[in-house]
């Protein structure tokens, strides 16, 4: 896709705000929770849909708004919670990595050179649910899965590189066309 999923237009700079989007906690399907200002709750889900549209805030490893957690939700364009339009799924960190092996820079401003102009959309803290590094700090999904954690690319200034962290951090979701 040309724009980040909740964005209302392609990334003019990589701190337009328009284009920064949702933030969606990994393996949660479009159902509130993602928008930067939806209500929180302390309540873990025991289902791939929890029913309400809140924020789910963890403070204990392993940091998954899911108990027990579900590594398949995010499978391929026939995920069970698959956000992106039909016919799109979410990247592989595999094809996170050859992204970024595409860029002129190892850093935000090889993000935003590159023809997917990734902006430095922030996140979602899990413990508060508060945003954090909007406009300095970018970080995207992946649907791969590491143990209870899941993969994804981040990027800032200095550097760029794919890591992994808990499911309930809220990032930025980029769909890719299957």
């Keep these: ?12 700079s990589s701190t337009d705000a328009a284009s920064y989007g949702d933030l969606y906690q990994w393996g949660r ?21 929890p029913g309400h549209g809140d924020f789910i805030l963890v403070s204990n490893s392993p940091f998954d708004w899911r108990s027990p957690g579900n590594d398949n939700l995010w499978q391929g364009v026939n995920g069970v919670n698959n956000p992106c339009p039909s016919g799109y799924r979410i990247p592989t960190d595999a094809e996170w990595d050859q992204e970024l092996l595409s860029w002129s820079s190892n850093n935000a401003a090889g993000a935003f ?27 995207y999904w992946s649907s ?22 808990g499911r309930a951090t809220g990032f930025a979701v980029r769909c890719l066309k299957d």
Excluded: C, E, W
Aim: aromatic share 8%; proline share 2%.
């Design 29 to 49: 399907g479009t159902d509130g929770h993602q928008i930067r200002t939806s209500g929180t709750t302390t309540v873990l889900s025991t289902t791939d849909q």
């Design 144 to 165: 791969t899965v590491s143990g209870t954690l899941a993969r994804h690319l981040g990027f800032n200034s200095f550097n760029a590189s794919t890591s992994y962290i």
């Design 1 to 12: 896709m040309d724009k980040n999923l909740g964005a209302t237009q392609v990334a003019t």
């Design 113 to 139: 050179t590159s023809p997917l102009k990734l902006p430095l959309a922030g996140y979602r803290y899990v413990i508060s649910g508060s945003l954090s590094s909007v406009g300095s700090n970018g970080y």
